[in-house]
């Protein structure tokens, strides 16, 4: 069974101080590793896809990579905007059109 | 293009009583998917549909029923609601492998 931990389940941040999150999984075979952006009362917003260890994607201030075992989203020089629930989902190559998700880490950004 | 969306926002039921929640989508995407979201636990598959015309139970798909009425459409209906589904249910479209899109949720209330 394809198991996702993210970690720290919440993240207070000073504006401008640079942190990582942690999405830990267990998957037969990694067909693919996604992360997603939730703001309150919204539905996901997707950010990344990663396929296999050692790639790496950047969006703004944001930079996702991956291992075998864990990814990391890396929040550079954060701005208050950035605050959100960051959510990671995996699929693996047993468990087609399924995704397993991780209940997230909340990211505040203060001023 | 609207995306993804879903009717109502928010309902409010009495144990026992039946409703259907409905989901469209304008990506022309083939897989579609419904989620419920608890605090702390993440998103939970509860059933999803690889293609027009075929349906699949996901990790959490007891209480519900679920109907992919074209590419479009996918609803998901509750039969005789219990206070354990009260929750957050997103319906998401997407490519079997690849990242999903999701609509804004549907806040359902059971009493």
């Known amino acids: 069974e394809d198991q996702v931990t993210q970690s720290p389940e919440a993240l207070r941040l000073q504006e401008g101080e640079s942190s990582s999150l942690n999405c830990s999984y267990t998957v037969s075979g990694l067909r693919g590793l996604f992360w997603y952006r939730q703001d309150p009362g919204k539905g996901p917003e997707f950010l990344f896809t990663?396929?296999?260890a050692g790639e790496e994607k950047e969006k703004e201030r944001l930079k996702a990579t991956l291992t075998k075992k864990e990814s990391f989203l890396h929040i550079t020089a954060p701005k208050p905007e950035d605050s959100a629930t960051y959510l990671c989902?995996?699929?693996?190559?047993?468990?087609?059109?399924?995704?397993?998700f991780g209940a997230g880490t909340q990211v505040v950004v203060t001023p | 293009n609207a995306g993804v969306t879903q009717t109502p926002k928010f309902q409010v039921l009495k144990t026992g009583q039946s409703m259907t929640l409905q989901c469209a989508q304008d990506m022309n995407h083939n897989s579609m998917y419904w989620y419920r979201q608890d605090p702390g636990m993440g998103l939970r598959l509860i059933y999803y549909?690889?293609?027009?015309?075929?349906?699949d139970k996901g990790e959490v798909p007891n209480g519900y029923n679920v109907s992919r009425l074209n590419k479009r459409e996918f609803s998901l209906r509750l039969e005789s609601a219990a206070p354990s589904q009260t929750s957050v249910y997103f319906c998401a479209g997407g490519l079997a492998a690849y990242e999903q899109y999701f609509g804004p949720g549907t806040r359902l209330t059971v009493t």
């Open positions: 549909s690889a293609s027009e015309g075929t349906t």
């Open positions: 990663l396929y296999s």
């Open positions: 989902a995996v699929q693996g190559t047993d468990s087609w059109g399924k995704f397993q």
